[in-house]
C-alpha cells in the first residue's frame, strides 16, 4: 500500500498487540481496507466482514478480493457474500436444502458448497448484521442451530464490524454479548482480532468498551488524525446551515437551488440527501416539472440494484438514508476531482450531520484535490432556540463540531432503557444453550462469569437462574405451540407428553406467566402453596380444555415477546409493487416497498396480482388499527392495558380528514399476532405528542370489546415500545413481569 493513509497503517500495525481495534478515521478515507489489512497478522484462518446492509455485501466482497488478489500470495481466502437470498440461491444437491445447514458446510469446508475454489482455503465471509446475530443467538432452525452457533462462536480469526455506529441500543446487545464471549472464554488469548469501524462511535458502547479495558481486554482507539497523513481524502467545504421548514416550503427551496447550481454550473455533480423518501419523490416532481427531466436519478430503499449504478451517473442524484453507508457515489467515467461538488442535505442528528457532510468532496485517489466544494445543511429549527446561531463561523471544522456537540436537540436518542430492561433476558438465550452444550465440563463455570459481565456493563439486579427460568419457559412454549393437543400416531407426542419431559424449573416458570395472564386467581393459590406444580401436571393430563388453552396462551405469549428476539424491528414484510408511472423508481417498472409508507403516501389499485400505484396522495393518509377484544371492557382493561402483548387478527385503516377511506387489501398486512402496547390516549395525551414529534411512531386503535368500544393509542415495535416506557408510559409483559426495571 504505497498511498496508505495514516489510519490504515495504524490499524495494521496495532492489530498485531491489540484484541479489539477502533478505527475512528473519517467517512470515505478508505476503512474498509484498513480492517482487511488485519487479515495478514493470521493468513490461514477464516475470517469474517460484517456489513450493514445487504446493499453493501456486494460491494464489500469486491472490494475483499481486490485487497487479496493484491496482497501478493499473502492471502488465499476465498471470499463469499452470505445474504438470505445468496444462501437460498445456492445448489441444494452439495450440502443440503436448509439455509443453516447450507451456512455451517460453506464455514466447515468451502468446497463441499464450491467444489471449483479448491481444498483448505480460509474463507473469508461478507454477511449483514442479522445473520451474525440469528446464527450467534441460536435462531436458526433446531436443527441447524448448534452447528450455526459453534462456528460463529469459535471458526473466525478476524471479526470486522463495518459501520457498527448503525446499531441501535437493542442491536448493540448482540455486538457486546459477543465480545463478552471471546474474552470469557479467552479466544482474545488466542489472538482472535475484532475490528469496529466507525467514525462517529456511540458514546454509551464506547463507554461498555472501556469497562472490558478494565477487565484486561486490550483495546486501541485510532482516529487517524496522528502522524503523517500520506495523500488527501477531502477538499475544504464551504458549508452553510439552514433550519428546516415545513415539507412544502423546503422542497420548493431546495427545487429551487438545485435548479440554479445545474443551470449556472451544468458540468457540476451534485446530490441532494433527505430523510423521507416520500419528500424525495415530491422533490423530484418540482424538478420534472422545472425542466431538469433526464438530469437526476434517485436512490433510494426501493431502488434496485442495477439502477443504482445509472443513478449515479446523473448530474444530480435524489437520495435518502440509503447512501449513508459505504456509498462512493462512483461514476463510469470517474472525473479528476470529487464525485460530488455540492451537496444538500436534511440531519436529524448530528451523528447524522457528519455521515452526510461526509459525503461530499471525497478526493481518495484523485488527481485534482484542491477545489473546494459546497454543502447546505438543514437542520431542526430547534437548534437555533439552543444557540445556534451564535456559531463562530471563522473557527472552521473543530469550533462546528463543539457547537454542534452542545445542541441537545442533535443527540442521536439512545436508549439505555432497554440495557437496563430486557436486554439480559435477550442475552440469556445463547447463554443457555451455551450452558446446555457444555454440562458437566470445566467451561460449564464460565457462564455464570459471562452473565456477570453482562450485566456490570448493560445494568440490571437479577440474578443468572431467574433469566434462566424465563428462557428455559420460552423455549418450552416453542415446543407447547408446535405440539398437536391431541394425536392418533403414537410416535408423535402429545402436548402433555411433551410437558412432562420439561424439566420442573420451566414447568414452573411457564405456568405462573400462563396463570398470571390469564387467572390471576389462581395464580395466586400457585404463589401461596395451595395448588402446586403436580396439581397442575395432572390436569392437564386429564383436562383436554386446559391443555387447548395452554397451547393458545403459548403461541400469543410467544408473540407478545418477539420483539425482544428480533435484530430489526419491523411491523410489516415489504410488498412488491408495479410502478409505472415511476413515481418511486426511475427506470424498472417493478419495486419493493414498506407497505406503511404506501399506505400513508400512494393511491394505488390491485391489478392480477400486483398492487399497482397510481398517483401520489395529495394530502398524508393517517394509519389507524382495529381490534376486537372477546371480552368485557373492565376484562380488556385488567389484562391488556398498558401491556406488552400479541394482537390477534388486528387489522389496519387508513383515513384522510377523519373519513375512512376504502383499501385494497395488502397481503403483508394479513398478520395472525402484532405485537404491541395499547395505553390509554388522553391520561397519556402530552407524553404521545411529545414522542411523536421526537419521529416516535404511534397509531390510533379502536379496541371493540362485547359491552363497550373506545379508541387508543398503539405503540408497535421495541424502539417505540421502550421510548414510551422511558418516558414514564408504565408498561408490563403479558405474565406481568416489569419490561423497565431501573438499573
Not at 63 to 72: P, R
Not at 143 to 169: C, K, V
Not at 214 to 242: D, F, K, M, Y
Not at 350 to 374: H, P
Amino acid at each position: 500500500m504505497p498511498q496508505a493513509l495514516q489510519h490504515q497503517i495504524e490499524v495494521f500495525e496495532k492489530a498485531e498487540h491489540h484484541d479489539i481495534i477502533l478505527d475512528l478515521a473519517p467517512t470515505g478515507t478508505g476503512k474498509t481496507v484498513a480492517g482487511l489489512t488485519t487479515l495478514l497478522h493470521q493468513p490461514h484462518r477464516s475470517a469474517i466482514y460484517i456489513a450493514p446492509t445487504n446493499a453493501l455485501i456486494e460491494q464489500q466482497r469486491e472490494a475483499a478480493e481486490q485487497f487479496i488478489q493484491s496482497s501478493e500470495g499473502r492471502l488465499n481466502h476465498i471470499v463469499k457474500a452470505v445474504s438470505a437470498k445468496e444462501v437460498r440461491e445456492w445448489s441444494n444437491d452439495r450440502a443440503g436444502a436448509r439455509s443453516g445447514e447450507k451456512l455451517y458446510n460453506l464455514i466447515r469446508n468451502p468446497a463441499s458448497i464450491f467444489p471449483e475454489v479448491g481444498a483448505n482455503r480460509p474463507l473469508l465471509l461478507v454477511t449483514n448484521p442479522d445473520i451474525f446475530y440469528y446464527a450467534t443467538f441460536f435462531q436458526y432452525n433446531k436443527l441447524d442451530q448448534g452447528n450455526i452457533a459453534y462456528s460463529f462462536l469459535t471458526q473466525f480469526g478476524t471479526i470486522i464490524f463495518d459501520e457498527f455506529h448503525l446499531y441501535d441500543a437493542k442491536q448493540l446487545v448482540g455486538l457486546l454479548f459477543y465480545l463478552v464471549y471471546l474474552h470469557e472464554f479467552g479466544f482474545f488469548k488466542q489472538s482472535v482480532k475484532v475490528v469496529l469501524l466507525t467514525a462517529t462511535p456511540e458514546p454509551a458502547c464506547d463507554a461498555a468498551l472501556n469497562m472490558l479495558a478494565e477487565q484486561g481486554v486490550r483495546i486501541q482507539r485510532i482516529n487517524g488524525e496522528s502522524g503523517e497523513q500520506r495523500i488527501p481524502s477531502q477538499t475544504a467545504v464551504n458549508l452553510e446551515i439552514r433550519p428546516q421548514q415545513e415539507r412544502d416550503q423546503l422542497l420548493a427551496e431546495i427545487a429551487d437551488e438545485v435548479v440554479r447550481r445545474f443551470r449556472e454550473n451544468p458540468a457540476q455533480n451534485g446530490a441532494v440527501i433527505l430523510d423521507s423518501k416520500d419528500h424525495i419523490g415530491r422533490l423530484r416532481d418540482l424538478l420534472k416539472k422545472r425542466g431538469l427531466a433526464g438530469q437526476y436519478g434517485r436512490i433510494t430503499g426501493s431502488t434496485p440494484s442495477g439502477e443504482r449504478r445509472w443513478a449515479a451517473q446523473q448530474p444530480i442524484i435524489l437520495a435518502t438514508s440509503t447512501v449513508d453507508v459505504g456509498f462512493n457515489f462512483k461514476r463510469d467515467l470517474e472525473p479528476e476531482r470529487q464525485n460530488l461538488d455540492w451537496l444538500i442535505f436534511s440531519a436529524r442528528d448530528r451523528a447524522a450531520f457528519w455521515q452526510r457532510l461526509g459525503r461530499v468532496g471525497r478526493v481518495l485517489g484523485k488527481k485534482q484535490t484542491n477545489i473546494a466544494s459546497e454543502a447546505i445543511a438543514y437542520l431542526k429549527e430547534t437548534a437555533w432556540e439552543q444557540d445556534l446561531a451564535s456559531l463562530d463561523t471563522t473557527g472552521g471544522h473543530d469550533a462546528l463540531q463543539e457547537k454542534l456537540g452542545a445542541i441537545k436537540c442533535l443527540e442521536r436518542p439512545f436508549l439505555h432503557v432497554y440495557w437496563q430492561s430486557e436486554a439480559l433476558l435477550e442475552t440469556a438465550r445463547p447463554l443457555f444453550f451455551l450452558e446446555e452444550s457444555l454440562k458437566k465440563l470445566p467451561e460449564e463455570s464460565l457462564i455464570l462469569k459471562l452473565f456477570t459481565t453482562l450485566r456490570t456493563i448493560l445494568g440490571g439486579g437479577r440474578e443468572w437462574q431467574h433469566y434462566r427460568s424465563r428462557v428455559q419457559a420460552l423455549i418450552l412454549a416453542e415446543a407447547l405451540q408446535k405440539a398437536p393437543v391431541r394425536t392418533s400416531n403414537q410416535r408423535q407426542w402429545n402436548l402433555a407428553k411433551v410437558w412432562s419431559t420439561k424439566p420442573c424449573s420451566a414447568r414452573y416458570c411457564f405456568l405462573r406467566s400462563f396463570l398470571e395472564a390469564k387467572h390471576p386467581d389462581d395464580a395466586e393459590d400457585l404463589t401461596s402453596g395451595q395448588t402446586t406444580l403436580r396439581d397442575w401436571n395432572e390436569a392437564l393430563a386429564n383436562r383436554e380444555d386446559i391443555a387447548v388453552e395452554m397451547k393458545e396462551f403459548a403461541e400469543e405469549w410467544l408473540s407478545s415477546y418477539a420483539p425482544l428476539f428480533q435484530f430489526r424491528s419491523s411491523l410489516f414484510e415489504n410488498v412488491h409493487i408495479r410502478d409505472p408511472h415511476n413515481l418511486l423508481v426511475d427506470l424498472a417498472e417493478e419495486t419493493d416497498l414498506d407497505p406503511i409508507h404506501l399506505l400513508r403516501n400512494y393511491e394505488f389499485v390491485q391489478k392480477d396480482d400486483l398492487l399497482e400505484v397510481t398517483n401520489r396522495a395529495q394530502a398524508t393518509y393517517e394509519i389507524s388499527f382495529a381490534w376486537r377484544y372477546d371480552g368485557s371492557a373492565d376484562e380488556f382493561k385488567a389484562t391488556n392495558l398498558n401491556r406488552l402483548i400479541a394482537l390477534k387478527n388486528c387489522t389496519i385503516r387508513r383515513r384522510q380528514g377523519g373519513v375512512t377511506a376504502p383499501t385494497p387489501l395488502l397481503s403483508a398486512l394479513e398478520k395472525e399476532w402484532l405485537a404491541g402496547v395499547i395505553v390509554p390516549t388522553l391520561t397519556n395525551q402530552g407524553i404521545i405528542f411529545y414522542l411523536r414529534k421526537q419521529g416516535i411512531e404511534s397509531y390510533n386503535i379502536t379496541v371493540q370489546c362485547d359491552d363497550f368500544a373506545k379508541e387508543y393509542t398503539l405503540f408497535t415495535g421495541i424502539y417505540a415500545i421502550m421510548t414510551a416506557a422511558m418516558n414514564k408510559i408504565k408498561i408490563r409483559l403479558m405474565d406481568e413481569e416489569e419490561f423497565w426495571i431501573a438499573g
